[in-house]
């Protein structure tokens, strides 16, 4: 990731899901059993609390469709966290039931409009080459810091007033982090795709993403799950779905289609674990190993739609729809998952029925977005990104030839980085000079020629 502003956006996202990921486990492990037995924690968390995510999503992309500009302001965002910092607390250390539950819901909501903003962010600033990598690294991160939170403080720590502080310290973090973006270069680029691409696959993506989720989600369910969680805690089970992740982002970014398949391998483990039932060596391995291939389904199914929404400036509230229809089938497990828990039978034949319903699918479409599509066009991006590299353009000589391209005069370039203008005449002597050009008129002409 040597883009400037993929490194911004992988710390930002990072930062924001180890935010919400630690205050959803607060709510989920040590505020709602206050008050509820485990199957209501589960309903609540899993169910209603991925339901109200959804909410904030689909608030969010309706905003973002409608004022885009306004939707990404930093002070929007800073709302957004400032809110969700007062609702997690008075959802921890809440003194009723009702309380619990509605403080808790409110912070879902929100968790789902930052998701919402991460996200459009993604697609907005990231190269397409670097947006499963950009992701898999962000949510490990998230993951692992949750993890070690609770290994380094202890398990209660998450459950404790001093957990506060940290919250508040991770949003100034991040509202930090998004200031010093820096801009880059958007345009409406219908070609600009790894995949054939066409809104009317939108329905089938959703449905596919959902079975997924759903499938996924059942298997949690099956009668081995109980006993493989006493030797696979949930906390350190994170450390294997983070190394997924980065796995999964390195292989997104170089082949959707391998992304793709691996995301499916994943949906296998809670079959092979009950095949191996008085194995518990062999369980506990295939446990494990169900963990880093759910690692390639969170990615896969985030930068679908990240790819989707890349494709026209119109399209970008798109951007958090794989992580919305991801809840939706997250939330719909958990309820199967409760009302077919007591018949194991039932819920593996569902399951298998489920599982090859999501195979049909998944395959139709794979073929309509991978297998037929024509080889793509380079996009402005992936032009821009091989020009940098071949002259070894520094940093801020990127920013400045990004913006000399787009047709920005030197004074203009200096106002939008808040640089002097001789600072500006500086890099682009530089630039020149490096791609051996006279003037800027040739410099552009050769980066014309050679995309």
Known sequence: ??????????????????????????????????????????????????????????????????????????????????????????????????SCVLFGMAMNLLH????????????????????????????????????????????????????????????????WIDVKEIPVITEDDETADAFHFSQTILPLAGIVVILLSLTKGLGFYFPVSDQISGNVSALFARAFYAFGLILAGHINDQNRKYGAICCLCALVFPFISFAFIQEASIQVFLWIMAYVFFGFFSVYRAVTFVDFAKKKQSLLWLAGFGLMYGRIGDALSAFGGVLLGNSSVCLILITALLFVLTILLFFRFYNR???????????????????EENYHLSAREIEVFQLIISGRSNSEIAADLYIADSTVKFHVKNILKKAECSNRTELIAKFKKES
């Open 1 to 98: 990731m040597k883009n400037r502003n993929a490194l911004a956006v992988c710390a930002l996202i990072g930062i924001c899901f180890l935010l919400t990921g630690s205050e959803y486990i607060s709510w989920w492990l040590y505020g709602l059993p206050r008050f509820f037995g485990d199957t209501a924690v589960d309903l609540l968390s899993e169910g209603a609390g991925y339901l109200f995510q959804v909410a904030g999503l689909l608030l969010f992309a309706f905003f973002v469709k409608k004022k885009a500009e306004k939707a990404l302001d930093k002070k929007i965002f800073a709302c957004l966290l400032l809110l969700d910092a007062a609702f997690t607390s008075l959802s921890m250390f809440a003194f009723s039931v009702f």
């Open 112 to 175: 789902g409009a930052i998701a919402g903003y991460y996200l459009t962010r993604l697609a907005q600033h990231v190269p397409q080459q670097s947006c499963g990598m950009v992701f898999g690294l962000a949510y490990a991160f998230g993951s692992v810091g949750s993890w070690l939170l609770s290994l380094l403080f202890g398990v209660s720590f998450l459950a404790s007033p001093y957990i506060i502080p940290i919250y508040v310290l991770l949003s100034v973090l991040v509202l």
């Open 369 to 387: 977005t991978y297998a037929s599509a024509m080889p793509p066009e380079k996009n402005m991006e992936t032009l821009l990104y091989d020009f």
